[in-house]
């Protein structure tokens, strides 16, 4: 075993620390957790569930910021060690193809991921009730939208980082119009980012995991490896104090990317530290964007902590596989729902 290599860019600057000596998780924290604080821009409140890109030997992502008046929107930031961001204050202006003005109602959980020379971001849109929302830009200046992926109601819409037996590829989790008690993994291809179809089934919630039991729903875009895509996710338990999100991983086949390899058991990150437990929404961990190192196998791995902060976790690619291998639960089709 082991062993497993990234296929993609080297990232010579990504964002690093050693793992703490005797930690015996595949995923720690970063010791100057959270990276934002409540009240980051005169506008918003708190940034969170973020997406994080290298640009221009710094790096650049999209913000979820929620306002003052309680609405979750889009922001750009500004980075160059990939740990202390500079955040716009002003909310992303989105135009259609004409260059007119198109603005989401609302906008949540970016997704951003590099195709060829073009960024694409996906995120939750208002669509007569939540849907997924596409749209590129080259500069993070100027941004234009596509057609919205998938009739209401969706999430969680996260593509592939490239072109898979020639389809864009997306994964998605239907869900309802409200906080969504369930859901499940699904994917779709398209041949021009703008039909989408060939729906498949990824993974369900549940298994044997209790912090997986009652929804599950794709994480950062999924890390190309010599042993499949590694993918991370987030897992929700309803507790009876409300739902707990917490972080696992899954293998999927290279070529058929529907078909699941491995499924961890036990999550690798769930609330612990006080900036995951309290919060606006406290007992959420939620990842959302994964830098990563071809060269040294090193992953960077953001997520939202408690819908209030930026937060930074790191791992090692061989360390995350043999790790989802080893405490892979028996994968039976049709078991879990
Ligand atoms: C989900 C989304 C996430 C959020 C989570 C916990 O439904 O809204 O943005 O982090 O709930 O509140």
Not at 28 to 52: C, E, G, H, M, Q
Not at 217 to 227: F, H, L, Q, R, S
């Amino acid at each position: 075993m082991g062993g497993a290599r990234i296929i993609g860019e080297s990232l010579s600057n990504i964002p690093w620390q050693d793992k703490p000596e005797g930690y015996e998780g595949v995923v720690w924290r970063y010791d100057k957790n959270p990276l934002t604080k409540w009240n980051p821009t005169r506008s918003t409140a708190r940034v969170f569930n973020s997406a994080i890109v290298p640009f221009k030997g710094g790096f650049a992502g999209v913000f979820r910021a929620d306002h003052k008046d309680g609405k979750a929107r889009l922001h750009v930031g500004w980075s160059d060690d990939g740990i202390s961001w500079d955040i716009e204050d002003e909310v992303i202006t989105w135009r259609d193809s004409e260059g007119r003005i198109y603005q989401p109602n609302y906008a949540y959980d970016p997704r951003v991921v590099k195709i060829e020379d073009t960024y694409y971001i996906t995120w939750c849109t208002d669509f007569y009730g939540p849907s997924v929302g596409v749209g590129v830009t080259k500069d993070f200046k100027e941004f234009i939208r596509l057609e919205n992926a998938f009739l209401p109601f969706n999430r969680n819409g996260v593509l592939f980082p490239r072109m898979i037996n020639g389809k864009y590829v997306m994964l998605s989790r239907p869900s309802d119009a409200g906080h969504t008690p369930f859901g499940d993994i699904f994917l779709s291809e398209s041949p021009d980012m703008i039909h989408w179809g060939k729906h498949r089934r990824v993974m369900g919630r549940g298994g044997t995991g209790w912090w997986q039991g009652l929804k599950i729903g794709a994480g950062p875009v999924p890390i190309e490896t010599t042993e499949g895509w590694l993918l991370f996710y987030h897992g929700v338990v309803l507790t009876c104090n409300g739902y707990v999100y917490s972080c696992g991983a899954a293998i999927l086949d290279l070529n058929n990317p529907s078909k699941v390899l491995y499924r961890c058991r036990d999550y690798l990150l769930t609330p612990e530290k006080e900036y995951e437990t309290v919060g606006f929404v406290p007992n959420v961990v939620f990842p959302c964007a994964a830098l990563t190192d071809a060269e040294s196998g090193r992953i960077a791995l953001y997520y939202g902590s408690a819908d209030t902060y930026v937060s930074l976790a790191f791992a090692r690619v061989e360390e995350v596989v043999d790790y989802v291998k080893e405490n892979a639960e028996p994968f039976h089709e049709g078991e879990g729902r």
